[in-house]
């Protein structure tokens, strides 16, 4: 009997053990899989876990209900195969308003769906949905802006401007501003580090979706995103953060597919918090206004980002970097390599500094933004519009660009304006309308085995304007081809061609009118 009592004892205590394992069935925690809200269950059971060091609330299969949720340090949110966490329609779920960012403005406003600030290690994981429920907010968006009268503030837009009093943005932002109605983003991690998101699906974000801003050492992988056609919902979008991995992610949005900001032009600029340290990877991303973009809003700078092994497919751009004069902050150091792009609406490939500002040139300042150190290899696209357009400003050209291995199919080719070294490797641009490579105002260029396989008659294949210090060699025209080469322009200079085959080259050089005489050597 004593022996039996022992066993007993010990198998009691295991029990006991398993029981305070770390997890935190929230069926058992007050919650329910009905569909009826239960927010507090959540966030009580969230603190319950913060007070023992941390632990797992484990959401088994149904249908949940919630307001917006605050994590806290040493949390993972578990979502089981067959669960489905639905977010309120109820804009008042939602408040208190915290400190949060918004396009890159901090501001005081709604609470983020899922919203930690100041924590560390916060999971969330498994194989359920979590819905935003986002057409609510989208609705009112568009009850805002199509207003044809002003309208009358409503106790959301009361709020923000009385806890937004002093906020400085540049006169351009004002239409947004003036909404003073900024819908949260579904997961913001404000000045947080060590965060995991992985294998759940998220889908109808009220606004951009995955967005960690001034954390540290941050993964998402294995995750998919669905939103419909709707306003700003992008997919992934790191801003001012550090070493931050994405990988074999679905995508398909509203808006960019996964962007890299830092901050929007005076206030980025005082936070001057750059994102750097970046790996993107094995991912697909179907709808979406581009497929990886940099910019526009990155006014700490943005460095050191590799992006690799995708494929876009149906997304209007591919990869695009684009700021604006004003904007100020550096993106450099980016490496972009084995591509697949299919239905692209616009560019392929975009580097921009005309995104949403003027166009006057400006002393060289804090605002002026920087584009240098970019280079893009073994790329392959399909059916694109335009294959590329580079973008440069007069008192700050885009710097140190190079393309290799890229291979295009389109309507129109590269277009390159306002750039200083600048090179092209193995790069065949097969368009159907206009020249597949036109450079102008750009100095330090090379062109090297490059050519069309569908040259137009009449049209040539490489068009130069105002060109100086280039080298154009080791291209071999296999098609039949009636102009290779047109230039032009007063200030183009020192264009030298080497090792070039033009047997089936009706035209090698057409010369313009404006073109010194000595400008092209042979």
């Known amino acids: 009997m004593k022996n039996i009592l022992i066993i007993l004892c010990f198998i009691t205590g295991l029990n006991t053990t398993f029981a305070n394992d770390g997890w935190y069935n ?39 209900l919630t307001g917006a949720l605050t994590l806290k340090s040493n949390i993972t949110i578990h979502l089981d195969s067959g669960a489905l966490l639905k977010f309120s329609e109820n804009f008042d779920d939602f408040l208190p308003y915290v400190e949060m960012r918004y396009e890159g403005i901090v501001m005081k406003s709604f609470q983020p769906l899922f919203y930690a600030k100041d924590v560390e290690n916060i999971t969330i994981t498994g194989r359920g949905v979590i819905d935003g429920q986002g057409k609510a907010w989208w609705n009112e968006v568009y009850r805002i802006e199509t207003a044809k009268e002003p309208l009358p503030p409503t106790k959301y837009q009361t709020m923000w401007e009385e806890q937004n009093k002093g906020l400085y943005t540049e006169p351009y932002y004002k239409r947004t501003v003036d909404k003073k109605f900024f819908r949260p983003s579904f997961f913001q991690a404000y000045n947080c580090k060590n965060i995991l998101i992985e294998g759940v699906t998220f889908k109808n974000s009220p606004f951009w979706t995955i967005n960690p801003e001034f954390c540290d050492n941050v993964r998402v992988t294995g995750i998919s995103i669905f939103n419909p056609h709707s ?60 497929g990886v973009v940099i910019g526009s809003e990155m006014s700490g700078g943005i460095k050191k980002i590799t992006i690799s092994n995708c494929v876009f497919d149906g997304t209007d751009r591919g990869i695009r970097i684009k700021s604006a004069r004003g904007r100020g902050g550096v993106v450099e150091d980016i490496r972009v390599d084995n591509i697949v792009m299919k239905n692209i609406k616009e560019e392929a490939i975009v580097l921009s500094l005309f995104y949403d500002k003027g166009t006057t040139v400006e002393p060289i300042t804090e605002k002026t933004p920087i584009f ?7 790329i392959t696209a399909s059916n694109v519009n335009k294959a590329g357009q580079i973008l440069g400003i007069t008192e700050m050209p885009i710097q140190n660009i190079t393309f290799s291995n890229i291979n295009m199919d389109g309507k129109e080719g590269f277009t390159v304006s306002t750039t200083t070294d600048v090179e092209f490797h193995d790069v065949k641009i097969n368009a159907t309308v206009g020249s597949s490579f036109k450079i ?77 005489k000595k400008a092209i050597t042979e």
């Open 26 to 64: 929230i069926l058992k925690e007050g919650g329910n899989n009905k569909g009826i809200k239960c927010t507090q269950a959540i966030q009580n059971a969230i603190e319950k876990a913060s007070k023992s060091g941390g632990g797992t609330i484990f959401f088994p299969a149904g249908e949940y």
């Open 231 to 290: 306003p700003n919902t992008d997919g992934i979008n790191p801003s001012s953060c550090t070493n931050v991995h994405i990988s074999d992610c679905h995508i398909s949005v509203g808006d960019d597919c996964i962007t890299i900001k830092s901050g929007r032009d005076g206030d980025g600029r005082k936070y001057g918090k750059a994102t750097e340290n970046v790996t993107i990877t094995n991912c697909t991303m179907l709808s979406g206004h581009g």
């Open 372 to 378: 240098r150190n970019i280079h893009m290899s073994n």
């Open 440 to 516: 102008s105002d750009s100095k330090n260029v090379i062109l090297d085995n490059i050519g069309s396989s569908t040259a137009i008659k009449g049209v040539p294949v490489i068009k130069l304007d105002n060109v100086s210090n280039a080298l154009i060699n080791n291209n071999f025209p296999f098609n039949p081809t009636d102009i290779f080469i047109e230039a032009d322009g007063k200030d183009s200079k020192n264009i030298f061609l080497k090792s070039n085959v033009f047997n089936n080259v009706t035209t090698k050089i057409k010369k313009g009118a404006s073109l010194d």
